[in-house]
């Protein structure tokens, strides 16, 4: 076999590009701050669900923001059957799946959850991978926005269970229907839905640049809606062409944020004119904020933001967004907010699309890597840094069962631990190892050690912090560090040590 | 929107064939028994690694057993790069690639464990999917046997860890190189390795036939091993071509097992012959034997069991296999031992593919779905089953507030909790609702019991108790599992019936 393999080229040891391996320490606080989402999910009255990776490509839908091409973002490929079949790019796409599949078969309405990786195929870049995790919430069956409101204070539940102080974040709640208001009194949008294609992309583009508020800031949001904008680059970005009125109104519509739910709502009142919609829009933000007062979830946890739009086109009422409050310092060393880190919103259509039948349904999706790195920027989850095992040097090659028992006894008392497996009996060597596994303690048995029946313990964690404030030889050779033990004594003693360490 | 979704033709909501869907109680249980199992590993001091589910195809290689077509078995697709990507058939082949990509960085031995799902594109049957989960521990770059000694002993904590009771597995061992000796003395294999192609797909045979031996029995080997075997299905499987007494070897090698390791052993030694790599194995069988020994595994938890083979050709050395020695009753009605759930081995050259350098590695895959079904049909984790949430029930439309303010009090109780959210106010609807979610208690608020400022509690599961005993309708009327409480008291009186009902 080994003839056979040298003949062949050998192949790289490289991923894909966009994609990444996780090592230790960061799956585990990754687990771990899933598991606190989950929790809450639970108490929730949410049920936990796991959809494959593969659907078919048909039953995905076309659903990315900005995508035009044909399989536009997806991982697909052609089954031996010839059907298209593709990995899952979001959560929301095989609920609506599940959610009409089983429609007679589940508890309506259904609450559930949803964990794990999705895949796009876009150009990756900084921070920007082809395979990250998702971690949703989603309530299908019910039109009551008490369901929108309910998603709203779990988000709020989640983020502080993962580690956010209340101060740090905001749950933003808006509405489209309001938003589609305003847009029926500036002409984008007609009151009964039957657009000409025109009038559709410039409503798409007055969209998107809503959106980008916070990147672009009020000058390029209204280049946007008007004309058009010239970027750094010198691209030109073509514009929804609205007249100065019109623009007003739209930022009229941004900026409607007032003290508090109340007057905000009263201003978005004035900026709906006579719409329907608007209306409706209005009064379901008023009782999305009073079942959120309700429950104790008020400003500045939770509040009514109209500068909130979301992406998404499938969106049909209220929309909401957590952002992080605090400052962090960018890629470019300039102070900015956070921003976003989980959205959601309510899309009364996804299942109408394999059902025929409207079913309300709405739900957040939270942006795991988004939140691990505000976790970290904010420290959090530094104290539960995973130490590394004690490790057992394996100085005498005929001692190995030795070695091998007194580990097996130290796990047994629940300690973290492993015998030095690499070759030779190079002490230096295995204390080289242990520091990298970032091991608290070291066992040392050497032949004199063993025939007088003791055996060393040495505390790396003392032993560096220890090597960095000494200066002579002499002291570092009266070894603090280190401490002699009967054997019996051992694991009694290494237990003493840990908990010493650790607290 | 709503008219352009009528034009297409509405998609099917269904999963491409071979692939399921797990909901709420099947993915908690699953999960707990993960995290039992990395608590194990992590004892053990193995870290966790999350490589992506996609690889370049190259990288994977092809290592599955049984199949020749191009892109054998696998999921992939050409990338925008003309590169061809695939879907991981296991959680070995990514590991070779990483040991190869970090081997400057990570610490040597390097012991790693993953859990994650697996895709094979294989024709999907009765429990056989084309994705499933799989939870393996691997440690690379040692070549002591006290490391593949170190997996059977953790393998069998982790079952433990799992619910699987001391006497109902056996971690069985045993070495390729005890089995290439044997085949040495058949002829089959060569002491230097160089076959010509004849002889090499003999062997394959041989070996695919002695990894049959549970189902076929010794004489559908010995048929294979000699001329050929003709099946029930009247299909005719050519045989390896051996006479009566190389037969006889190989079938006093899979029988060879003795009443304890140090028996097996020495019969082995008489079994290999001359071969310099059979007493090579033998020899790290008996130093495995001791290792675990001092450890304290012996028979009939971990036994040397010459007739274990493993189906995979890269092998090296060490395999075993942890098998479940109960009786279950199988889909024809036939009882028959449960088998395998895990099972692993020494791969020294897998890292090499990528490096040129040998580089040794031992580990174990357990088949996830193979294990809980083993739990289910012991009936472990029955247990466990995961109460519903409580259920308040919404029968007055503007009392939502009210309702979902009490829902967060018992939240904030650690309560698992939920408002009904579905249309109407009918409260058999709404009772149904909460039974199908498996509700333990259900809060009644009509008008009446909202102007006294009492709520009723209604305990399901006594009621559904209660139901299948009472008889008479009088005695259904008086309700004993329907208690009023005043509303200040609900959830003190909550928490106190749930601490009741599941103690």
């Not at 080229?9 to 606080?29: H, M, N, T, W, Y």
């Not at 929730?44 to 923001?65: C, I, M, N, Q, S």
């Not at 599949?101 to 309506?108: F, H, I, T, V």
């Not at 796009?120 to 008490?146: H, I, L, M």
Request: glycine share 10%; hydrophobic share 40%.
């Amino acid at each position: 076999m080994a003839k056979k393999l040298k003949k062949a080229p050998r192949p790289k040891a490289v991923l894909p590009r966009g994609l990444r391996d996780s090592f230790g320490q960061e799956v585990i606080i990754r687990n771990q701050m899933l598991s606190r989402i989950a929790d809450v999910y639970h108490r929730y009255g949410f049920d936990p669900l796991e959809t494959p990776a593969l659907e078919y490509v048909e039953a995905l839908g076309k659903f990315l923001p900005d995508v035009d091409r044909p399989m536009g973002g997806v991982f697909g490929f052609q089954d031996d059957d010839e059907s298209w079949v593709a990995l899952r790019y979001d959560m929301t796409a095989p609920l609506a799946r599940v959610a009409a599949q089983y429609r007679n078969e589940l508890p309506s309405p259904y609450r559930r959850y949803a964990m794990g990786p999705v895949w796009r195929n876009e150009k990756p870049g900084p921070g920007r991978y082809r395979q990250f995790w998702q971690c949703d919430a989603d309530t299908v069956g019910t039109s009551t926005v008490a369901a929108d409101a309910e998603i709203c204070a779990m988000l709020a539940d989640a983020l502080q269970a993962a580690g956010i102080a209340p101060g740090d974040f905001a749950i933003r709640i808006n509405n489209r229907k309001v938003l589609n208001g305003v847009l029926e009194t500036t002409g984008l949008l007609s009151g009964d839905g039957d657009d000409d294609e025109a009038t559709a992309s410039r409503r798409g583009i007055a969209l998107r640049a809503i959106d980008k508020l916070d990147r672009l800031g009020e000058g390029g949001v209204r280049a946007l809606l008007g004309e058009g904008r010239l970027d750094e680059s010198g691209d030109f970005t073509k514009g929804a062409l609205l007249g100065a009125e019109q623009i007003d109104i739209i930022m009229g519509f941004v900026s409607a944020e007032r003290e508090d739910g109340a007057k905000t709502c009263a201003r978005l009142r004035e900026l709906i004119g006579t719409s329907e919609q608007g209306a409706e829009g209005v009064n379901e933000l008023e009782e999305i904020a009073m079942l959120l007062e309700a429950q104790n979830y008020r400003a500045p946890v939770a509040k009514i933001d109209p500068s909130v739009v979301r992406g998404l086109a499938y969106y049909t009422g209220p929309v909401y967004e957590a952002e992080l409050t605090f400052e962090i310092v960018d890629e470019k060393g300039e102070k900015r907010q956070f921003g976003s880190v989980a959205g959601g919103g309510r899309y009364d259509d996804l299942v109408m699309r394999f059902t025929g039948q409207r079913t309300p349904a709405t739900g957040v999706s939270i942006g795991v890597d988004r939140l691990l790195a505000a976790l970290e920027s904010r420290n959090v989850g530094a104290s539960e840094t995973v130490d590394g095992p004690v490790v057992i040097l394996a100085l005498e090659r005929d001692q190995m069962a030795h070695y091998q028992s007194l580990c097996a006894d130290l796990r047994k008392a629940g300690v973290r631990a492993e015998v030095y497996m690499g070759g030779g009996t190079n002490m230096g060597k295995q204390l080289k190892y242990a520091d990298k596994r970032a091991s608290p303690l070291a066992v040392i048995i050497g032949g004199d050690e063993r025939e007088r029946g003791v055996v060393q313990i040495k505390d790396l964690k003392l032993g560096a912090e220890l090597a960095a404030e000494i200066e002579s030889n002499e002291e570092w050779k009266a070894q603090p560090a280190q401490q002699e033990i009967q054997q019996d004594q051992v694991v009694h003693s290494i237990l003493d040590r840990l908990a010493r360490t650790q607290s």
